[in-house]
């Protein structure tokens, strides 16, 4: 009788050990079929979330000369819509509210000063520098100015630098009509002499620049066609709107780098593009 228990709680020991669903089981299953795995399938992976991209500012800021007006201005509104932090270098005389009511630092200096343009770049770290001193051709002054900010911008060990000048100016003397040729030798030859050295003197000391040389620059609507060409002896009119997306773009284009390119404009050239 002792027997017949102990079996019985053997046997009772057996059956609770085996899977509820292994005694649930009692239908043959199905055998893989020619070329099939008899293994259940992989678990599927779970679905991968979409990821978007958002638009940072990048490291480093944009330091401009000559921003507070004209091309510089509209140059300083293409950076800030393209996210970059920028800073101003005004004189004393240039109201800065247009600027500081975009988010833009200003920096006053002298740019007739060496010593003292020396500071302004320790306002912030800088990736590129760009000057469109020179637009309102103040004459000689234009060479010393320029001068002094790219001895700065080399000292400052900031490689990048944007230079604007203008069509007429060294290699280029022949490629404006004659008609501008006129208004050129009446009005603007110190300007040109001055810009002409002052590119002579960029390429010689060692900085990653880029001269672009626009033809008449006017206020009139973009026309979204302009390019920068390396032909020296094309000339048009541009829209400053257009000529500020061309500096603009310049900024990170290591493609332009060591590189003297016309702003043209295909659709403002001739005589009527005066009129335009």
């Avoid at 070329?35 to 679905?47: I, L, T, Y």
């Avoid at 932090?85 to 200003?106: E, F, K, P």
């Avoid at 290699?171 to 300007?191: C, I, M, N, R």
């Avoid at 332009?256 to 009129?275: E, H, S, V």
Wanted: proline letters at 7%.
């Amino acid at each position: 009788m002792q027997v017949s228990m102990r079996f019985v709680l053997l046997l009772g020991v057996l059956l609770s050990a085996v899977p509820a669903d292994a005694q649930k089981t009692t239908e043959p299953q199905p055998m893989a079929g020619p070329g099939q795995s008899s293994e259940p399938p992989p678990p599927k992976a779970a679905p991968v979330g979409t990821v978007v991209q958002q638009a940072l500012p990048r490291s480093g800021g944009v330091l401009v000369f000559g921003g507070a007006e004209g091309t510089g201005l509209a140059l300083v509104k293409e950076l800030v819509s393209n996210q970059n932090h920028v800073t101003v270098v005004a004189n004393q005389a240039t109201s800065d509210a247009a600027l500081t009511s975009m988010g833009v630092a200003v920096v006053q200096a002298n740019l007739l000063d060496a010593e003292t343009l020396k500071s302004v770049f320790t306002a912030a770290p800088f990736r590129a520098v760009v000057s469109t001193v020179g637009e309102s051709h103040s004459g000689s002054g234009d060479f010393t100015a320029n001068k002094n900010i790219f001895d700065a911008t080399k000292a400052a060990g900031v490689p990048r630098l944007i230079f604007m000048t203008e069509i007429g100016v060294g290699d280029s003397t022949e490629a404006p009509p004659w008609y501008v040729k006129v208004a050129d030798k009446l009005f603007d030859s110190e300007g040109l002499t001055a810009k002409a050295a002052a590119e002579g003197y960029l390429r010689q000391i060692g900085l990653d620049y880029t001269i672009i040389r626009p033809g008449g620059i006017s206020d009139h609507a973009p026309s979204g066609k302009a390019v920068l060409d390396p032909n020296s002896e094309v000339y048009s009119r541009i829209a400053r709107a257009d000529l500020a997306k061309l500096l603009a773009g310049s900024v990170d284009d290591e493609t332009k780098a060591g590189k003297t390119l016309t702003a043209f404009d295909p659709t403002r050239t001739g005589f009527f593009a005066l009129f335009d």
